[in-house]
């Protein structure tokens, strides 16, 4: 399908230990990864035709990570949003596997340090969830805190992981 600007959209549905998940490709690169039910998911209709052709690698990855033998994804990937944005979304990249950031560390690693709450709104509207760890960013006091997949998910990826230990998720939104 020819989508906004002349690009071409598709996506395809896969199964995770965390519900279904849609990826999205944008001219054959991976431009979305949604939950069932997250937070500033885009409307179906803006995802393109069904087409598992461009997901292959992306698919294999995951299925990798998901079976704990992958730590770090190694995918092209095409995130549309701000600068501000993508240079979050850039940093969020370089947290390790098994480790977190609160969103202050975060601001204050992009030279930003008020900007704690812009951080954490970038952080929410990540395109590319779970590939681009945006679970791994928690609150200054170590609690979980917003999650566009859900608290709920983002506790069960931290306790995968080994960041975060067996406790029930509690934590404000923005």
């Not at 001219?27 to 393109?48: A, C, I, K, N």
């Not at 995130?79 to 098994?98: A, C, D, H, K, S």
């Not at 998910?153 to 406790?167: D, I, P, S």
Request: net charge neutral; with cysteine; charged share 20%.
């Amino acid at each position: 399908m020819t989508a906004e600007h002349g690009r071409h959209i598709v996506h395809t549905v896969i199964d995770s230990p965390y519900g279904p998940l849609t990826l999205v490709a944008t001219d054959g690169t991976l431009s979305g990864l949604y939950m069932v039910g997250q937070r500033h998911r885009p409307p179906e209709e803006s995802f393109g035709e069904p087409d598992p052709r461009p997901f292959p690698e992306v698919v294999r990855q995951l299925g990798a990570y998901f079976a704990g033998e992958l730590t770090e994804f190694d995918l092209p990937l095409r995130l549309n949003g701000t600068p501000f944005q993508r240079e979050v979304w850039g940093r969020l990249q370089r947290i390790p596997y098994g480790e977190t950031r609160s969103y202050g560390e975060l601001a204050e690693l992009l030279g930003k340090p008020g900007a704690s709450r812009a951080v954490g709104l970038a952080n929410g509207k990540n395109p590319v969830g779970i590939i681009v760890p945006c679970h791994r960013v928690i609150g200054s006091t170590g609690g979980l805190t917003g999650y566009g997949g859900g608290l709920d998910r983002k506790q069960r990826l931290l306790v995968f992981e080994g960041a975060a230990a067996e406790a029930p998720a509690t934590a404000t939104l923005f």
